[in-house]
């Protein structure tokens, strides 16, 4: 397998990839990709994977779960929603759970396919790709005319393709931007928004304007640059690999010597015909034939190209296709290993544990403390009392009462407020009460005690405080 590393030119002049990006040249200027649209079952498979992937993201803002967003990620005010559930900063050891999830599914799919991640899942390649590329093509035609139009002179046509082109751009940017809104917002609160006058939400409109613009210039000028430089898994994925790694690779037993087919030529040569379609459709322009490469996004157009030149000229299919360095060289298939087998156990086993803190999550969480600075008071009938203060967080869209009751030992609990305990939704609420216990069953300085919290006279939490007493 080749590494990356500094190449000697003129003793290599096939190696100067290496030395700088796919989309720099030799004199450090932007080398702008014109990809050719690719054509074959992978493309379609991912076309008909783009659609699903579109629709899921500008539609799930839409989706309710009883009468609350499916999903809803406000930083603002650390306000999440996930499957209809709410989360708040007391539930972050979840969410750290689950970036601990992504991160090693991230490492286990690229250790054993790559950066399959990369071509079938990132948004990036996605919106790239699978929406604005199409546009590309449709306004400024081909990979071809496209060329051809960028070296022609500013005329009408020029202005009216170009110009068009990044209106779309643009308007596609604001859409996207939007809907990112509404992940952070809330639809309906996005549509009130929308329904007032600008002046009135004059910094989120410069958000809006702002990210806008950010997306506009990510997909119409940036584009392949994300992938390979500035991407930080891009850069690290590299260190991942092995031999056993499956990937998109070209078949250099198979292939070389490469020489262009021609008629009554007898000399025995590769399947490779060296017709260079494989790079006319790479997004990010590379030579997938010079083997492993950074900027390799794992799209598999180079696959489809290939193998529509290969059923023209009656050769196996396959010569660029997903499979591991061992496969190539030493003909070995793909072995599930040791490592690979210990990153799924981890995985496995993450994933089953944040299903259970998911679960298990509380609607309602209380904290109850002693109030400070109080000491226990003698009450008549020879009982003492504590005073205790109560937090009450209602994670949920609607409000809800409840009682507490002490579980393991007679006590009674007297409220301040003598209204009982309603909690207002998606709050904290707090309250004041009385814990008053006989005499002769407090038997030491700090007695436990477990108080029950009650919703419809069903426990839904158990909080456990201590209850202060006189020296014994």
């Known amino acids: 397998m080749k590494e990356y590393e500094e190449v000697d030119i003129k003793a290599n002049p096939d190696e100067v990839f290496r030395n700088r990006a796919s989309t720099v040249d030799e004199k450090g200027k932007r080398n702008w990709i014109y990809a050719m649209k690719p054509k074959g079952k992978l493309y379609s498979l ?11 993201f500008f539609a799930m803002p839409f989706i309710k779960v009883n009468g609350m967003p499916f999903v809803l990620l406000n930083f603002v005010e650390a306000k999440f929603i996930l499957f209809g559930k709410i989360f708040w900063p007391q539930d972050f050891f979840i969410f750290a759970v689950a970036m601990i999830v992504a991160i090693v599914s991230v490492v286990l799919f690229t250790v054993v396919y790559g950066r399959l991640f990369c071509g079938w899942i990132c948004p990036q390649t996605f919106f790239m790709e699978m929406l604005f590329r199409k546009v590309e093509w449709a306004i400024e035609g081909t990979k071809s005319q496209q060329i051809k139009l960028n070296n022609s002179a500013w005329n009408t046509e020029k202005i009216l393709k170009r110009g068009g082109k990044h209106i779309v751009f643009f308007i596609l940017s604001f859409i996207i931007a939007n809907t990112f809104l509404s992940y952070i917002l809330g639809v309906d609160e996005l549509k009130k928004i929308i329904s007032e006058p600008i002046s009135e939400h004059g910094l989120l409109f410069t958000g ?44 250099y037993e198979r292939g070389e010597p490469r020489g262009k087919l021609k008629k009554n030529n007898t000399e025995i040569k590769g399947d490779c015909i060296d017709c260079m379609k494989c790079v006319h459709v790479c997004p990010t322009g590379i030579d997938i034939r010079n083997g492993v490469q950074m900027e390799c ?33 030493k003909k070995e298939k793909f072995k599930f290993g040791s490592r690979l087998k210990a990153y799924t156990i981890l995985l496995v086993a993450l994933i089953g544990f944040m299903a259970a803190l998911i679960v298990s999550r509380k609607s309602v969480d209380t904290f109850i403390s002693r109030a400070r600075g109080q000491l226990y008071q003698e009450l008549p009938g020879n009982k003492y009392s504590n005073l205790y203060n109560a937090k009450i967080l209602n994670k949920t869209n609607k409000e809800k009462d409840v009682a507490f009751k002490v579980e393991n030992m007679p006590a009674t609990i007297k409220l301040v407020s003598h209204h009982g305990v309603h909690l207002k939704s998606e709050a904290i609420n707090e309250t004041t009460f009385f814990i008053e216990i006989d005499m002769d069953k407090v038997l030491k300085r700090s007695t436990d005690l477990e108080i029950g919290v009650y919703e419809n006279d069903q426990k839904i939490q158990t909080v456990k405080t201590t209850f202060l007493g006189p020296f014994k």
């Open 46 to 56: 991912r076309n008909y994977f783009s659609w699903f992937y579109f629709a899921i």
């Open 208 to 251: 809006l304007l702002f990210f806008t613009t950010l997306f506009y210039v990510v997909y119409a000028f940036v584009r392949e640059i994300v992938c390979t430089t500035i991407c930080p898994y891009g850069r690290l994925q590299g260190v991942m690999f092995d031999k056993n790694t499956m990937q998109i690779a070209y078949d």
């Open 297 to 329: 996004v794992g799209c598999t157009a180079c696959i489809d190209a290939c193998n529509e030149v290969m059923f023209k000229i009656n050769k196996p299919l396959g010569l660029i296709r997903y499979a591991s360095e061992n496969e190539i060289e």
